[in-house]
Antibody, heavy 121, light 107 residues
């Protein structure tokens, strides 16, 4: 069965960086793209960006441009989200998700369990 | 950038009642609209895609409709397990934002 297993919770100081991993199983990783979404406490789901697991092409939310980097390692079927220059308002649960339509414009069929990132001095 | 707006923010409902949630896009997204169910401490679950197709695992009491800029999610007879926050998302163009959510709570 399809599974996306994310790395564990993390606590970072303001200005630091965080890298969250998302290991996929149960399907052919390089055929379907990964999207990252976050949810700050009490806030809506926020679309962060998308990566093609086949080509490595990416598309990022404008407000995160320059601070977020999405990558993949097809040899381990793992996607990564790195966020730099962390601020307190980056405190959120971060999710990876996969859509099975085969294009960059997919509903998000399966989600990882989420990773809590806390930014605090 | 397309803005997604949901209404109402909160619905207080009794089990067995019919519920209608609305989602509006600031410009046309065709039928590239999804609904997700989100419960506390859990990841979101895809509920509806293509504006009206029900995802695997959800019963027929859930239905979606609409196209272009106006969309509706209907729960025909609310069950206890349906109390959650529901989000719409457009995936027609990048970026692919979500609405602010509608919380369906017990009256």
């Amino acid at each position: 069965q399809v599974q996306l297993v994310q790395s564990g919770p993390d606590v970072k100081k303001p200005g630091a960086s965080v890298k969250v991993s998302c290991k996929a199983s149960g399907y052919t990783f390089s055929r379907y793209d990964i999207t990252w979404v976050r949810q700050a406490p009490g806030q809506r789901l926020e679309w962060m960006g998308w990566i093609s697991t086949y080509s490595g092409n990416t598309n990022y939310a404008q407000k995160l441009q320059g601070r977020v980097t999405l990558t993949t390692d097809t040899s381990t079927s793992t996607a990564y989200m790195e966020l730099t220059s962390l601020r307190s308002d980056d405190t959120a649960v971060y999710y990876c998700a996969v859509g099975f339509c085969g294009t960059g414009h997919c509903p998000l069929d399966f989600w990882g369990q989420g990773t809590l990132v806390t930014v605090s001095s | 950038e397309i803005v997604m707006t949901q209404s109402p923010a909160t619905l207080s409902v009794s089990p067995g009642e019919r519920v209608t949630l609305s989602c509006r896009a600031s410009q046309s997204v065709a039928s590239n609209l999804a609904w997700y169910q989100k419960k506390p401490g859990q990841a979101p679950r895809l509920l509806i895609y293509g504006a009206s197709a029900r995802a695997t695992g959800f019963p027929a009491r859930f239905s979606g409709s609409g196209s272009g800029t106006e969309f509706t999610l209907t729960i025909s007879s609310l069950q206890s397990e349906d109390f959650a926050v529901y989000y719409c998302q457009q995936y027609n163009t990048w970026p692919q934002p979500f609405g602010q959510g509608t919380k369906v709570e017990i009256k």
